[in-house]
Structures are given as C-alpha cells and as structure tokens.
Nanobody
Framework: QVQVVESGGGLAQPGGSLTLSCAAS????????MGWWRQAPGKERELVAS???????NYADSVKGRFTISRDNAKNTAILQMSSLKPEDTGVYYC??????????????????WGQGTQVTVSS
C-alpha cells in the first residue's frame, strides 16, 4: 500500500508562484511515475504534469513554460513549481502515484494511488 501526502497550495495573485509537494510512503515495490492533476469547479479532473522514474516529463499545454515538475526518486517525492499563475489555474490539485508491483501470479502489474488534494486559488 502507498500513502500519498500533498502539501503546499494556498492563495496566490495572478502572476505569482506556488510550490506543491507530494510524498509517497508505505510498502511498495517501485514507483514508476508521479503526477499532478487538478479539478476546477464544475470541470473534470485533468492532468497537469507527470514525471517518470527515468526523468521523462509530460505537461498539459496550458501549463507548459510556467510549471515545472521534478522528482526525488530516492525519497519518492515530487515537486510542482508553479509560476506566472493565472486565475484559470485555480482548482484542487491532486497527486497521483503509479506503482509497479508483482501480482499473485508473479506478473508485473500497475496501480495508482491518489492524495487527498490541496486547494490552489489564484485571485487578486
């Protein structure tokens, strides 16, 4: 089992910056990916950024050039640095952790865990 704990978030002015942190802990075999998703009021949850254990990153078009995701594989933590924030970045941000494990038949399998979410509000 993996426990996912997020921290950071809060209120920022347009053009400002915030940093979100995500830590995965517990008993697991391997964390192959960590990512941040967000959900604005009345909208579906969307992928913001993700990073794989090899360092490959992926960003939503709306945040490219403004957000940076990084990861400490040894500590199983992921950081999302957000800058040039816009009001449309407002929402609840969730950390997602992807685990690789061996199932009861010794086959490689994957599963995902979610954090509780942290609120980000961008407003003047």
């Amino acid at each position: 089992q993996v426990q996912v704990v997020e921290s950071g978030g809060g209120l920022a002015q347009p053009g400002g910056s915030l940093t979100l942190s995500c830590a995965a802990s517990g008993s697991f075999f391997d964390i192959y990916a960590m990512g941040w998703w967000r959900q604005a009021p009345g909208k579906e949850r969307e992928l913001v950024a993700s990073i794989f254990s090899g360092g490959i990153t992926n960003y939503a078009d709306s945040v490219k050039g403004r957000f940076t995701i990084s990861r400490d594989n040894a500590k199983n933590t992921a950081i999302l640095q957000m800058s040039s924030l816009k009001p449309e970045d407002t929402g609840v941000y969730y950390c997602n952790v992807g685990e690789t494990y061996y199932d009861s038949d010794s086959r490689v399998a994957r599963r995902a865990y979610w954090g509780q979410g942290t609120q980000v509000t961008v407003s003047s």
